[in-house]
């Protein structure tokens, strides 16, 4: 089974980064993350309205069914992205991975470093057999990153998305274990 049952809640470390449990404290930076225009364009979730709002996603983002992790630069606790595994289906170890960063922070290598250590979290420590990965067409950046990453391009499903009045298109990526 896929394990989600951690000693303590897991502090991952790249070469520049921590990748930290989000608390309560990091409310107004996930709200900046989460209703920035630029990083928010191919998400489709209901932007924030204030900082009450991310403390309810913060909540959410800390259930038990889940992981997510904030992304701080070393010895820098403010949280500049986000990445982790939600959808996760234990029967058959496999999970969704969601990512996104400050767009100041884009093209710097920081979320390869992240991805790289998040992809051997989840086969190594959770157990997973396949990460799954959804992406709006138009996402470059994100295919980009999955391309690197080996993720493999498995389905194209013509609007099966309905968000704010209107049918999206919908690309699924996976990777499998070796
Ligand atoms: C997706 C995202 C995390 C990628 O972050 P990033 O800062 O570009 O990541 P990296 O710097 O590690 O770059 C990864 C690779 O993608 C490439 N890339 C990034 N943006 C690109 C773009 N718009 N077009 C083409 N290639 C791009 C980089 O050149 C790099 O390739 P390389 O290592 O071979 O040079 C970032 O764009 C983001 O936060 N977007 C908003 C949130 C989002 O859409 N999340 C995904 C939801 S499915």
Redesign the pocket.
Known sequence: MVQLNFDSFPVLETERLLLRKITMEDAEDIFLLRTNE??????KKPKLRSVNDAIELIKVMNSPDRIQLGITLKNITRII?IIGYHRIVNEHYRAEI??????Q?????????A?TKVIGFGFNEMKLHSIE????PK???????LE?FNFIKEAYFKENFFFEGEFFDSEVYSLVKK
């Open positions: 630029e990083a928010m364009k191919y998400i992205g969601g990512y996104m960063l400050n767009p922070y884009w093209n710097t290598g920081l979320m390869s470093e991805i990965a959804i992406i709006d996402n470059m950046a994100s295919r980009k990153i690197k």
